[in-house]
């Protein structure tokens, strides 16, 4: 288990992160635009968004998988921005990925033992054959993989089975940090519950921090302790799972948590909110509240400057034109 004190110390830092994808020859897409975050050891945070608002390319920058044009990334203190891929190396089996789609990101032609065991002969963690057999199998026996599927292959397994394959893989560095870019999304809902509640199992026994990817926001509550909302590269809403859920502030947040299916419509008690208007563009988006042309709010108070974030009560931070403009000066 992770105790408070280590809760409080932030293992992973986001000051500014930016990812901006050239689009032409003169314009950028802002896939992530002047992100900021501390993610406390052995804490998950949630991120969440609509499909095209950069959470995974949020993700695969933490990862330096797609270079960040600005910002830094303070692992542990260090900022890994500027690092090449050989100071990268030793970095990288502290901070591991679960895909998304547990269909295509293994090699069909390697079993589940080679899968999981290709990561300690990359980074020669065992110079003994049997030490390693050992690691494996201990991983496989925590992520509920029996033994006897060593020798088969991602084609003969389930959805299930699969994505269990990719967080014994994960774990196999024994890392620290964890981007889980939407790994239960394409798993059936019984399987989904298994491999959450696998994933929050190993967070307390090895003290794992989470960066949960979802658009999902029934199963980001289920497992995040702090959630951020993203639309169009800007975060626009953060705070702890259970405020978010209770208050959220920001049009856009409330938009999402309206859209969760209710089983039975009569128990419904959340108003449902439309949300009109037009998208805005990522290309070299104008400053102002990217939200400004689909929001319920007068576009006046969103021109001429992005919204900074903006604390509403304890820990809670929303960049609203609207709010900000309600705030004491």
Avoid: W
Avoid at 244 to 253: A, E, L
């Amino acid at each position: 288990m992770v105790s408070r004190t280590d809760q409080d110390i932030p293992i992973l830092e986001l000051k500014h992160l930016k990812k901006y994808f050239r689009v032409g020859k003169t314009h950028n897409l802002h896939a992530v635009d002047d992100i900021n975050a501390r993610i406390a050891t052995g804490t998950t945070l949630g991120v969440v968004g609509e499909s095209g608002c950069g959470k995974t390319t949020l993700g695969r920058a933490i990862l330096k998988l797609v270079e960040p044009t600005a910002g830094q990334i303070l692992f542990e203190g260090v900022d890994i921005v500027p690092l090449n891929q050989n100071q990268m190396r030793p970095i990288r089996q502290s901070m591991q990925i679960i895909f998304q789609d547990p269909y295509s990101s293994l090699n069909p032609r390697k079993s589940v033992f080679e899968t999981i065991a290709t990561p300690l002969i990359v980074n020669k963690v065992f110079k003994d054959k049997k030490e390693m057999e050992k690691r494996v199998r201990s991983i496989m026996d925590t992520c509920g993989l029996t033994r006897r599927l060593e020798n088969s292959y991602p084609h003969e397994l389930d959805g299930g089975r699969r994505q269990r394959i990719g967080v014994a893989r994960a774990l196999a560095l024994k890392p620290k940090v964890i981007i889980c870019d939407e790994p239960v999304s394409a798993l059936d809902v019984s399987i989904q519950a298994q491999i959450l509640n696998l994933l929050m199992d190993l967070q307390d026994e090895m003290g794992l921090t989470y960066i949960f990817i979802t658009h999902d926001l029934s199963v980001v509550k289920h497992i995040s302790h702090d959630i951020m909302v993203m639309y169009l590269g800007k975060c626009i809403e953060k705070a702890p799972s259970k405020e978010m859920f209770k208050n959220p502030v920001h049009p856009y947040t409330k938009a999402l948590l309206a859209a969760i299916p209710v089983p039975d419509i009569s128990s419904r008690t959340t108003k449902m909110e439309i949300v009109r208007g037009e998208l805005t563009s990522p290309v070299d988006p104008e400053p102002g509240c990217r939200f400004a042309q689909d929001a319920f709010t007068s576009s006046r108070l969103a021109q001429g400057r992005d919204m900074e974030l903006n604390e509403v009560s304890p820990n809670h931070f929303v960049a609203c034109p609207v709010m900000e403009n309600m705030l004491p000066k």
